[in-house]
Nanobody, 122 residues
Framework: VQLQASGGGLVQAGGSLRLSCAASELTFSDYATAWFRQAPGKGRVFVVG????????HYADSVRGRFTVSTDNTKNTVYLQMNNLKPEDTAVYYC????????????????WGQGTQVTVSS
């Protein structure tokens, strides 16, 4: 199983980025998918979780209203649209999957992508 995260970059505050997470040897619809982020010197923090089968979504309070998760079934890819970015959104962003329901704790996820750096300048 491989998860390939991409789309990070450098953006000014107020700008937007779209992250992608593509899966191979895994069908997203069988899993809960989540995005986490990790700032330097800190642990991985839950950003958003999504269930393909019922569309259930759970956003962290810090990103609700600014970030939106979406999917492309034909490409087996999950996207994270990030708008109105703030300097505190700067982190490495990871996608992860686990069987069953959405969880907010990183250790409950089975498979992880390699991470993509998002840097927001003020």
């Amino acid at each position: 199983v491989q998860l390939q995260a991409s789309g990070g970059g450098l953006v000014q505050a107020g700008g937007s980025l779209r992250l992608s997470c593509a899966a191979s040897e895994l069908t997203f619809s069988d899993y809960a998918t989540a995005w986490f982020r990790q700032a330097p010197g800190k642990g991985r923090v839950f950003v958003v979780g999504f269930r393909w089968d019922d569309g259930g979504t759970h956003y962290a309070d810090s990103v609700r209203g600014r970030f939106t998760v979406s999917t492309d079934n034909t490409k087996n890819t999950v996207y994270l649209q990030m708008n109105n970015l703030k300097p505190e959104d700067t982190a490495v962003y990871y996608c992860a999957v686990r069987p069953g329901t959405i969880a907010t704790m990183a250790h409950r996820y089975t498979y992880w992508g390699q991470g993509t750096q998002v840097t927001v300048s003020s």
